[in-house]
């Protein structure tokens, strides 16, 4: 069906051609949110990302189930018919919706992309799996790729930086994360915030930190929440909350935030203290992002575009008193927020983004005016990307010396800086160091 047809969308059909699109490489929020227009109902918009998000989660099982039940692999030739056929399974196996139900809709969707001739196998891959489902299930448990859904080289990265915590990273990255809430504290107060979304039926808590965190119960579509057209909060997982705090800058310091779209730390450091922020990103086309989320909680600053890694073009010359550098990483912390990374991500890229990192470190540095501090974040849980990338900064910058940090339960890394693993605390993985510049 084009975009343009004017009967209404088959959700699961809809979902299979864009699921195809994600495996194929594209984003699966940019992915949703080219489909999600398509359907006029709510509940279908929220089966669409139900689907698109589990099968993306579980791909790496169910794509290898259906080479055991195929005699002659889809995957090639119709790949949104092959999609279409892992969210079958995924709706019974994950998603738990009734058995009937599930298989009818599936091969009726089969239909709705305008081939019908694999309805009928569709059906039968469908009812051959609810028949065989215990041994096929054992059978992709015996190995550990198919067993989480995550790929090798992920595997053995979590194996050989978290040997005692691989199980439990594995499950969380298979979990539904939560909806967090950054409260705006120049516009709201997080009890008067919670008050009305209760009186609005919304199930919300204040988490323990950070203190400005709420924590919702179910997801929902934040731009119907009680608050968000007058800019009382922001969403932002509670992991990412921390930088503004470590950051601790005050009225009219001057601060840049390098790598800032789509602008939510900006906003953040401006909630907290009347700095001078500059805000910089590489990629032109999310400036705007940038200045629409500052406009709604009412908050202005320099957007910039250029380059972290070579200043010259963009930098005035004059120090900065601040620097975070919220920088571009292999993203294994928020795999269960966007599984589409399991997807993608792969071994030759932490090298190159190693390299990067390395490089906007050090031409930044030397912008950080004395006694300034550096905030260098990452929401990864590689050791390369954190804990050992300061290690080396720090032999490379005689002048740069790390400050102790602890939020709240965090692990402190033996080298330098602190990581939160994906899950703990309810919160994605993350990763902080804190460096200030000596006299």
Known sequence: MNAGASAPANVRALAAQALARIVRGES????????????????????????????????????????????????????????????????????????????AATVEAARSLRKPKFAGLINALLRRWLREREAMN????????????????????????????????LAADNAQAPLWLRVNRRRA?????????????????AAAAPDCAIVLAQSTDVTRLPG??????????????????????????????ACAAPGGKSAHILEAADASLIALDSDARRLARIEENLARLGFKAAIRTGDAAVPAPWWDGKPFDRILIDAPCSATGIVRRQPDIKLHRRAGDI????????????????????????????????????????????????????????????????????QNLPGEHGMDGFYYAVLEKAN
């Open 189 to 205: 107060r997080r009890e008067e915030l919670l008050e009305r979304f209760a009186a609005a039926g919304i199930e919300a808590n």
């Open 351 to 418: 090298a190159r983004l190693i390299d990067e990192q390395a490089r906007i470190l050090d031409a930044l540095w030397p912008l950080l005016g004395q006694r300034g501090r550096l905030v260098y974040a990452t929401c990864s849980v590689l050791a390369d990307e954190n804990a050992r990338q300061i290690a080396r900064f720090l032999e490379r910058h005689a002048d740069a010396q790390p400050v102790d940090i602890a939020p709240p339960g965090w692990r402190r890394c033996a080298e330098v800086g602190a």
């Open 28 to 103: 699966l929020r940019t992915v949703f949110a080219a489909a999600a227009p398509r359907l006029a109902d709510a509940r279908d918009r929220a089966l669409l990302s139900n689907l698109l998000h589990e099968g993306a989660r579980w791909w790496l099982r169910y794509d290898a189930a259906l080479d055991r039940l195929l005699e002659r692999p889809l995957r090639e030739r119709e790949l949104d018919v092959h999609a279409l056929a892992v969210l079958g399974i995924v709706q019974l196996d994950v998603l738990r919706l009734p058995e009937y139900a599930a298989v």
């Open 228 to 257: 968000y057209a007058e800019g009382a909060f922001s969403v932002q997982d509670g992991a990412a909350q921390f930088a503004a705090d470590l950051l601790d800058s005050v009225a009219g310091q001057r601060v840049l935030d």
């Open 138 to 169: 054992a059978k992709l448990d015996a190995d550990a790729v198919t067993r989480s859904a995550h790929p090798r080289w992920l595997l053995d990265a979590l194996a050989r930086d978290w040997p005692n915590e691989v199980d439990t990273v």
